[in-house]
């Protein structure tokens, strides 16, 4: 079985292990594990609204975390459940950080489950309809120049002013989760960032799917008003 992209999770997995936030131990149900969607899956006007909502911090978070770890482990099943049971408990009040990264982290896990055969295509288009309009947060990715691997990083030359492409694969580079197109809002100077980690947020605008007997490719996500978050040094 393909495993996940283990590269940059695992580095994410180590950073969440320092974090001052507990690894959640909970196991969830995995009943309903892919399109039930209740309680903080729902975005509002006040999650989003004010400078600013991207809260690198809360990326580290115990729920977060989890999950992350559980991706790293290349646990795909436990990793859908996990999120879709975080996302659907109001009682946690994840913030708007929080919520946006599990949204992510659900889509790119059950891509890794339909490259596994787990999984259909119709169950990864249910859980990415859901979060259309949605924003989402990556992994975090290297910034790179100069780099003849195409995968897993942010490329300096995939950069054209407010856009930006990035495939994202399996750990073996032979199966494509995702790829992603990033519409920036505003310009951003990544020459200056070379060598450092950055997470990206959007809005999920526009998805696409492949052919159900086509497996070097899963999905493609269209992320609007984007913005590139560098990983500061205090988390490094």
């Not at 590269?7 to 507990?22: D, Q, R, V």
């Not at 892919?34 to 978070?61: M, R, V, Y």
């Not at 120049?145 to 195409?150: E, L, S, T, V």
Request: hydrophobic share 40%; proline share 3%.
């Amino acid at each position: 079985m393909r495993s996940f992209v283990f590269i940059f999770f695992a580095g994410y997995a180590l950073l969440a292990c320092t974090s001052p936030e507990n690894q959640s131990s909970e196991q969830p149900d995995s009943k309903n594990d892919t399109i039930k969607h209740e309680g903080n899956a729902e975005e509002s006007d006040e999650d989003i609204e004010g400078t600013p909502w991207f809260q690198l911090q809360d990326l580290f978070k115990s729920e977060n975390s989890d999950v992350v770890n559980t991706i790293a482990m290349g646990n795909f099943d436990l990793a859908v459940q996990k999120a879709n049971q975080y996302l659907n408990d109001p009682k946690l009040q994840l913030t708007a950080t929080q919520q946006a990264n599990l949204r992510y982290m659900h889509i790119f896990a059950m891509a890794g489950l339909v490259a596994d055969g787990k999984r259909t295509n119709n169950d990864l288009e249910m859980v990415m309809n859901q979060y259309k309009d949605l924003h989402l947060i990556t992994q975090h990715l290297p910034i790179t120049k100069g780099n003849a691997m195409p995968f897993n990083q942010i490329q300096i030359e995939k950069m054209k002013r407010t856009s930006l492409d990035v495939t994202v694969t399996d750990n073996e580079g032979l199966t494509i989760h995702s790829f992603l197109r990033i519409e920036l809002n505003n310009p951003f100077e990544l020459n200056e960032h070379i060598g450092e980690r950055a997470y990206i947020s959007g809005i999920l605008s526009a998805t696409e799917l492949s052919s159900p007997d086509i497996l070097s490719w899963i999905s493609g996500l269209t992320l609007k008003d984007a913005e590139i978050h560098i990983l500061e040094n205090d988390f490094e």
